[in-house]
């Protein structure tokens, strides 16, 4: 499985950006998907996940309220909409995707996207 991210780039604090994870078309649409991020000097963290069929989502409570996690079955992509951004959510933000939300939520996806770096500025 092949997922792309992008929407990545430098915002103000207070500002917001919408990030895409296109999954190749070898990725069920029924397949879990989630984001995650690794800001520098610190381990990658969960940030959100959906359900395949996108009624169930999980997102760490550093982002609730802030984050919104979406995702278009037709076109295997998942969004991660993000407002209010704040300097401390900089990091390289990468996709994931697995057939159980729990792998995802857990931190074991069995595929992985390389990431788009998301900078917050103060």
């Known amino acids: 499985v092949q997922l792309v991210e992008s929407g990545g780039g430098l915002v103000q604090a207070g500002g917001s950006l919408r990030l895409s994870c296109a999954a190749s078309e070898r990725t069920l649409s029924t397949d879990a998907m989630g984001w995650f991020r690794q800001a520098p000097g610190k381990e990658r963290e969960f940030v959100a996940a959906i359900s395949g069929s996108g009624g169930n989502t999980r997102y760490a409570d550093s982002v609730k309220g802030r984050f919104t996690i979406s995702r278009d079955r037709a076109k295997s992509t998942a969004y991660l909409q993000m407002n209010s951004l704040k300097p401390e959510d900089t990091a390289v933000y990468s996709c994931?995707?697995?057939?159980?939300?729990?792998?995802?939520?857990?931190?074991?996806?069995?595929?992985w996207g390389w990431g788009t770096q998301v900078t917050v500025s103060s």
């Open positions: 994931a995707a697995d057939w159980l939300l729990s792998a995802i939520v857990t931190g074991r996806p069995n595929s």
